[in-house]
Nanobody, 124 residues
Framework: QVQLVESGGGLVQAGGSLRLSCAAS????????MGWFRQVPGKERDFVAV????????KYADSVKGRFTISRDNANNTVYLQMNSLRPEDTAAYYC?????????????????WGQGTQVTVSS
């Protein structure tokens, strides 16, 4: 059974940085795509970034390009989201997700496995 466990959220001032981690277990993830999404209450879960595990290819939402970086650590089966120059509008619950295959899917419905989420709050 695939398990995804996020960590690293917290409260940070605008302009600051956080690094989220997603520890993945239960499968060999070399044939998986790993995504980060975020959600605020009352709204849909929005795409943030995605990485193809085998190649390291990435895709980002326009709102985070140049500020966020997704990466993976093969040895530790962990995916990271480095978030710099944070803004109040980045405040949300952040979720890690996984799907088998190679397509860099940007829609939440395309993912099979989800973590429990970690809260990021950016104060102005």
């Amino acid at each position: 059974q695939v398990q995804l466990v996020e960590s690293g959220g917290g409260l940070v001032q605008a302009g600051g940085s956080l690094r989220l981690s997603c520890a993945a277990s239960g499968r060999a993830f070399s044939s998986y795509v790993m995504g980060w999404f975020r959600q605020v209450p009352g709204k849909e879960r929005d795409f943030v970034a995605v990485i193809r595990w085998v190649s390291g290819s990435t895709k980002y939402a326009d709102s985070v390009k140049g500020r966020f970086t997704i990466s993976r650590d093969n040895a530790n089966n962990t995916v990271y989201l480095q978030m710099n120059s944070l803004r109040p509008e980045d405040t949300a619950a952040y979720y890690c997700a996984a799907r088998s295959g190679v397509v860099l899917t940007t829609t939440a419905s395309g993912y099979d496995y989800w973590g429990q989420g970690t809260q990021v709050t950016v104060s102005s």
